[in-house]
């Protein structure tokens, strides 16, 4: 015991006091934030450009009433030359491009016959913004064809804004979803991530040390199977560590987030249903407000807990399948032969997450991929958001570790013999050659 503490100890401090370790740490959430700020910078830069786009109308349906400007386009009326001129006037110009709204019989002919010239592909949300504008006239002029009275057919419509809350009375929104979704994805994705990024870890430690011919002289000391599973629990730890650093910090930008919004986070506001509801009506108009007050009103803390649950477990069952791997190797180019079995777990457990938790977080494919051990650390986290019973974490969480047990019984077979062998191609035969010894 005292010789796998001292491995355990060794692979840790080897981690975290590494450099680009100690950087990522600190840097990643400000990388992350930074990157979230540059996509909502370069989005609202994009939305706020403003394009000229011309127009040439001969069905004589449409008035510049009709295409006035607005945010984001702006409308220049090109119906008096006719359409070859106006396609020479707008090429050697800076336009968007060139709408063109030919004289037809019907309203559906000249529908299906409207066109677009442009020098280069335009913005979708330009064209979504004019297939608005011409489909709403050309309804109106077709409803007024088939005597339709549009004053009465508006004055008809009935918006249905549905109030959300669970049977106990607390109320809820429409955008809690969202950001269940968004919490629940993130998180699966991290998992999978993480558990990639430290069991590779893992495996190059193992590579490093047998083609230095070191694992030799440690292994003189402490057995194979001490020796991977320090490997194993010191990066592990080392893992921890940065989540738990990346934790506080996410909890010290969230907290200063809230005092700079004004939100309030104490346990009255946090818990009385009809303040709650009184604080999301009074910053209605502010969405930033309203999304940061909705992630407060989520369990964040049994999520963290779960996430780190899910994270040791899914990493200490894959760390095993990577570190038998390193000892099955010599070199880094011969472990893709072998990553596919290991890889393909995750992939469907992401696919299965993203495919179905988002449309039915508790239907039956959900549900058992979130028990299955090695898909669960991806999809449960995935599932936990919206709500899941304490018997399925249970569950879950009890198949994944003896799961892990078993996998180490097995991983630890392939690297008491892979470890010690040097200069041999190795295939899946001569692996279970190895588990039988």
């Known amino acids: 015991m005292n010789k796998l503490k001292l491995i355990i100890k060794r692979e840790y401090l080897a981690k975290v006091r590494n450099k680009?370790?100690?950087?990522?740490?600190?840097?990643?959430?400000?990388?992350?934030?930074?990157?979230?700020?540059?996509?909502?910078?370069?989005?609202?830069?994009?939305m706020d450009k403003k394009t000229t786009v011309a127009y040439?109308?001969?069905?004589?349906?449409?008035?510049?009433?009709?295409?006035?400007?607005?945010?984001?386009?702006?409308?220049?009326?090109?119906?008096?030359?006719?359409?070859?001129?106006?396609?020479?006037?707008?090429?050697?110009?800076?336009?968007?491009?060139?709408?063109?709204?030919?004289?037809?019989?019907?309203?559906?002919?000249?529908?299906?016959?409207?066109?677009?010239?442009?020098?280069?592909?335009?913005?979708?949300?330009?064209?979504?913004?004019?297939?608005?504008?011409?489909?709403?006239?050309?309804?109106?002029?077709?409803?007024l064809q088939l005597n339709i009275d549009i004053k009465k057919l508006d004055k008809s419509k009935v918006h249905v804004d549905i109030k959300m809350s669970n049977f106990s009375g607390k109320k809820s929104s429409k955008l809690i979803n969202g950001v269940k979704i968004v919490l629940g994805?993130?998180?699966?994705?991290?998992?999978?991530?993480?558990?990639?990024?430290?069991?590779?870890?893992?495996?190059?430690?193992?590579?490093?040390?047998?083609?230095?011919?070191?694992?030799?002289?440690?292994i003189s000391s402490v057995k194979p199977f001490q020796l991977m599973l320090g490997k194993i629990f010191g990066t592990a730890a080392a893992g921890l560590t940065q989540f738990l650093i990346w934790g506080l910090l996410m909890l010290i930008l969230l907290v200063g987030s809230s005092y700079f919004f004004g939100i309030e986070l104490s346990s009255n506001a946090m818990h009385n249903p009809q303040?709650?509801?009184?604080?999301?009506?009074?910053?209605?108009?502010?969405?930033?407000?309203?999304?940061?007050?909705?992630?407060?009103?989520?369990?964040?803390?049994?999520?963290?807990?779960?996430?780190?649950?899910?994270?040791?477990?899914?990493?200490?069952?894959?760390?095993?399948?990577?570190?038998?791997?390193?000892?099955?190797?010599?070199?880094?180019t011969d472990t893709q032969q072998f990553m596919l079995p290991v890889m393909l777990p995750l992939m469907i457990g992401v696919y299965v997450g993203f495919a179905t938790v988002i449309n039915d977080p508790h239907g039956t494919v959900a549900?058992?991929?979130?028990?299955?051990?090695?898909?669960?650390?991806?999809?449960?986290?995935?599932?936990?958001?919206?709500?899941?019973?304490?018997?399925?974490?249970?569950?879950?969480?009890?198949?994944?570790?003896?799961?892990?047990?078993?996998?180490?019984?097995?991983?630890?077979?392939?690297?008491?013999v892979g470890i010690l062998m040097y200069g041999k191609k190795i295939n899946y035969k001569e692996i279970y050659k190895w588990l039988k010894y």
């Open 367 to 416: 549900t058992v991929f979130s028990l299955i051990p090695f898909t669960s650390p991806i999809v449960m986290l995935m599932r936990i958001p919206f709500g899941v019973p304490w018997w399925q974490i249970s569950i879950s969480l009890i198949l994944l570790l003896l799961t892990f047990l078993g996998t180490v019984w097995v991983a630890s077979k392939i690297y008491r």
């Open 185 to 218: 994805m993130g998180a699966g994705y991290l998992i999978m991530m993480f558990i990639i990024v430290y069991g590779a870890m893992v495996m190059r430690s193992v590579i490093e040390e047998k083609t230095s011919r070191i694992i030799e002289v440690i």
């Open 275 to 332: 303040m709650g509801a009184e604080q999301i009506e009074l910053i209605t108009n502010n969405e930033t407000q309203l999304i940061v007050a909705e992630i407060l009103s989520l369990p964040l803390f049994s999520m963290f807990i779960y996430f780190i649950l899910y994270f040791l477990l899914g990493y200490l069952l894959y760390s095993s399948l990577y570190a038998s791997i390193g000892a099955a190797v010599d070199n880094e």
């Open 56 to 143: 040439v109308d001969l069905s004589g349906i449409f008035s510049e009433l009709d295409f006035k400007d607005n945010k984001s386009i702006h409308f220049e009326n090109l119906t008096e030359a006719d359409i070859e001129k106006a396609k020479i006037i707008v090429n050697a110009s800076t336009h968007e491009g060139l709408l063109f709204i030919p004289k037809r019989d019907s309203i559906n002919e000249i529908a299906s016959n409207i066109q677009f010239f442009s020098k280069e592909s335009p913005s979708m949300i330009t064209i979504s913004s004019l297939e608005s504008i011409l489909e709403k006239k050309l309804q109106n002029e077709k409803m």
């Open 20 to 46: 680009t370790f100690i950087v990522m740490t600190f840097l990643s959430p400000i990388l992350m934030i930074g990157m979230i700020a540059l996509v909502a910078f370069l989005t609202k830069s994009s």
